[in-house]
Antibody, heavy 119, light 109 residues
C-alpha cells in the first residue's frame, strides 16, 4: 500500500521559515514526479510546485504566489520529499499535501500537515 | 495562472444527474488533455475520480464521467447517490505547472 506521510507543520510567525517533509512508503519516489498542493482553511486546492524525477532532470517549478520563497527538494535515498518555506506570510496558512503526479493526474496524496502563520 | 472557474454549488435528488463545469483558457484546459477531477469529503484527503479528461481510475464507479469541449471541461455524476455529496475540484496541466478549479459543492437533496 502506498503511503505518503507529511510532517513538519506547525505555528510560525510571519517572516519565519519552516521545512516540511513527506516520507513515502510502498513506492520508490526515485522515478516519480512529486508535487506539493495546499488548502487554506475553508478554501479550495492550490498547486504549490512540482519536482521532476532526477532521471528527467530533477528540476522544480513553482506557482507564482510562492516562487522565490519556497523550494522543493528530494532525497531519493531516504524516499523523502521536502518543501522549504521561507519568508512565510499569513496567507501561506494552509494544510500542505504532498502528492505523486503522473501524466497530469495527482494519484497518491498524503494526509496533509497544517502550517499556521500568525503573529 | 488564475484558478479555473467552477460553479459554487450544484444539487440534485438521488438518482438524478448533475454536471459540474470547469472553465479555463487555451493555456490550460483548452490546450491539453490533462484534465482531472477530485472528490473531497469534509476532513478528508482529495481522491482522484477522473483523469485525462474522461478516464476513470480503477474503483471509481462508472456513474462518474468526464468530457471537454474547447476551454471547458465537465464532470457528470449520473444516478446521484448520498455518498456523492462532497466538494469536487477540477485540475488542468498548464505547461510545467498545474491549476485547480475553484471547487463545487455537490448536495444530494
Amino acid at each position: 500500500e502506498v503511503q505518503l506521510v507529511e510532517s513538519g507543520g506547525g505555528l510560525v510567525k510571519p517572516g519565519e521559515s519552516l521545512r516540511l517533509s513527506c516520507a513515502a512508503s510502498g513506492l520508490s519516489i526515485s522515478n516519480a514526479w512529486m508535487t506539493w498542493v495546499r488548502q487554506a482553511p475553508g478554501k479550495g486546492l492550490e498547486f504549490v510546485g512540482r519536482i521532476k524525477s532526477k532521471s528527467d532532470g530533477g528540476t522544480a517549478d513553482y506557482a507564482a504566489p510562492v516562487k522565490g520563497s519556497f523550494s522543493i527538494s528530494r532525497d531519493d535515498s531516504k524516499n523523502t520529499l521536502y518543501l522549504q518555506m521561507n519568508s512565510l506570510k499569513t496567507e501561506d496558512t494552509a494544510v500542505y499535501y504532498c502528492t505523486t503526479v503522473t501524466s497530469g493526474r495527482f494519484n497518491y496524496w498524503g494526509q496533509g500537515t497544517l502550517v499556521t502563520v500568525s503573529s | 495562472q488564475s484558478a479555473l472557474t467552477q460553479p459554487r454549488s450544484v444539487s440534485g435528488s438521488p438518482g438524478q444527474s448533475v454536471t459540474i463545469s470547469c472553465t479555463g483558457t487555451s493555456s490550460d484546459v483548452g490546450g491539453y488533455s490533462y484534465v482531472s477531477w477530485y472528490q473531497q469529503h469534509p476532513g478528508n484527503t482529495p481522491k482522484l475520480m477522473i483523469y485525462d479528461v474522461s478516464k476513470r481510475p480503477s474503483g471509481v464507479p462508472d456513474r462518474f464521467s468526464g468530457s471537454k469541449s474547447g476551454n471547458t471541461a465537465s464532470l457528470t455524476i449520473s444516478g446521484l447517490q448520498a455518498e456523492d455529496e462532497a466538494d469536487y475540484y477540477c485540475c488542468s496541466y498548464a505547461g510545467s505547472l498545474y491549476v485547480f478549479g475553484t471547487g463545487t459543492k455537490v448536495t444530494v437533496l
